[in-house]
């Protein structure tokens, strides 16, 4: 792939949350969801790729280019699969709040793990400890092998998690355990990047979430050569599973993305640990993103002013 390519992403996710920041606040996540949806949609067709949509967004509207299954890009020689959110978070958004995102990741053909259960238990910490998570084990030999791997105390570590009554366990273990919880609304995506990068303040993020921002998950962290590690789930809890065997089995980065060969785009749009959300000024906007290639290992933050009366072209 075009090392350039990566760049030619993030003017996607920047036009996801220029379109969807608007709705910060307001009430209605639909709204929010459709405007980064549409503004994805058109900025897509400037890039210079024919790329499979593999995993859509949860909300994908009839008829959208956006859906599974769909091929985008500008065309060109590059054949790809892809995956993207154009916005997590959307209902943490409408009300005000953190970790809205828009994201999107491509790779080589076959790269993304075709799952066909919507959730998963999930493990995500940075390069410093990624040989040292094991879903099998129990969340306190886990937490002692990061601390470890960090060289930190326990107590020192800080957990990320969903606040959602399936997890009311995990916290407690997590507590018991000594370590800090960061309770977080929605986006455990945003958690996943937290987790693998520096200075955010997140050593681990834990807990059962959606199966796509999973997939997205590993492939950031693919990226930042950090862990990562899931079971898939039929449901919420242990209670929805069936016999099948791929719910037994622990699913790595490897798995998950295939070759490695990924680039990875994220654009903040409200605050989060990782990235400033999109702020608006008179006549324009700035936005803060992050732009990851696996092959390099060449991680960028870029921060954009933007000016509306400059319309954006994206032929």
Known sequence: MDRNLALELVRVTEAAALASARFMGKGDPLAADRAAASAMELAIRGVRINANIVID???CAEGSALCKGRVVGGGGEMELDLALDPLESKASLADGGSNAISAITVGEHGSFHRHKYPYMEKIAVGADAADSIDLDLPVFENLVRIAEAKRVYVEDLTVSILNRERHRG??????????RIELCRDGDLAAAISAALPGTGIDVAMGIG???????AAAALACLRGGF???FMAGESADAETDDPELAKIFNI??????GNIMFAVTGVSHSDFLEGVLFRPGGAITHSLVLRAKSGTI??????HFFDMEPDYK
């Open 210 to 216: 959606d199966s796509k921002q999973g997939i997205l």
């Open 254 to 259: 490897g798995d998950l993305t295939g070759s």
């Open 170 to 179: 995990l916290i407690a273990e997590v507590r018991k355990a000594g370590a």
């Open 57 to 59: 967004d949860e909300s």
């Open 300 to 305: 960028r933050f870029l921060r954009t002013e």
């Open 229 to 231: 590690q899931a079971r």
